[in-house]
């Protein structure tokens, strides 16, 4: 209802009520809600055809050995539609077309965080390593099997692990007699190793985190964070590496042997982007 005012014959004011038709109003909201929706998809719909068509582009431009063209189609695709394992996969096999090396195995590695479990970029990654001369210990087995998810992944596991595991342990708590049965019993330890070991896999993918592919080179490792430092030691472009804490325009990295010393940033990148080393 809304209430309005109206002037009678002598001046006085009076209040009007005036009713609202409730079924127009709650129509027109509709219309609205959907007319959005429908807009918010259509616009997402044109990304992702723009994307797929750029990524089209790209992947004929490699076909053809464009390998520079097909790169800058490629870092327009991630600008428009964000990273994807295809899409660093395609541009890893460029740089590695091109004889780029640290950028080649900083896009492996980044496809393979997105995609622990694809083989073609374990494939590839292994080869473009062993092609530069990049050969490294292998991870233990118990270690591989942690590595088929990323972050995200086992972040997933634990989640749903431990929500059926508190239910369970919540209708335990309403009915006890249902957990005489061997089935309930068993669903609750499974969830709980569940739990366990997605809560492993979570701890080893954070740290993760810090690595970092050198870019460069011409890198070398200071023995300090200032340019008139002396060089530690020269590290190979392509190498993986946990990186630390920064200081200025450096970098304190530490290299699969042990190895450790400042980079400077612009020699060295993170696997996953959106780390900040600033």
């Known amino acids: 209802m809304v209430s309005v005012q109206s002037v009678d014959q002598d001046g006085d004011k009076k209040m009007k009520i005036v009713p609202v038709n409730k079924a127009k109003v709650f129509n027109f909201l509709k219309v609205a809600v959907v007319a959005t929706l429908l807009s918010c998809v259509s616009f997402s719909g044109a990304i992702a055809d723009t994307g797929e068509d750029l990524f089209a582009l790209g992947n004929q431009a490699y076909a053809e050995g464009r390998y520079d063209e097909a790169l ?50 374990r494939v590839n990654l292994a080869l473009a390593r062993k092609a530069f001369g990049l050969i490294s210990d292998p991870s233990p087995s118990w270690q591989q099997f942690f590595d088929r998810f990323s972050l995200n992944g ?22 006890p007699a249902i957990f005489r ?19 492993t896999g979570l ?14 080179d011409d890198a070398r490792l200071l023995v ?6 002396p060089s530690a030691a020269s590290i190979q472009d392509g190498k993986l590496v946990r990186m630390g804490r920064t200081y200025r325009d450096y970098v304190l990295v530490k290299g699969e042997n042990g190895q450790s010393g400042w980079i400077k940033k ?8 959106s780390r900040s080393y600033s």
């Open 72 to 121: 800058s189609i490629y870092e327009r695709v991630i600008q428009e539609t964000g990273y994807s394992a295809s899409v660093l996969y395609n541009m890893a096999n460029a740089y590695y077309q091109k004889k780029d090396v640290g950028h080649a195995i900083l896009n492996y590695e980044r496809a393979l965080y997105l995609y622990p479990g694809n083989a073609d970029i």
């Open 154 to 175: 086992w972040a997933v596991v634990v989640s749903g692990a431990f929500g059926v595991f508190s239910l369970l342990f919540l209708l335990r708590g309403i009915r």
């Open 181 to 199: 049965g061997a089935a309930l019993r068993t669903a609750a330890i499974a969830s709980l190793l569940i739990l366990l070991t997605g809560g």
């Open 203 to 216: 701890a080893l993918q954070y740290g993760n985190l810090g690595r970092g592919v050198v870019t460069r």
């Open 224 to 229: 300090s964070p200032f340019d008139s430092a």
């Open 266 to 273: 612009d020699a060295i990148q993170p696997v996953i982007p």
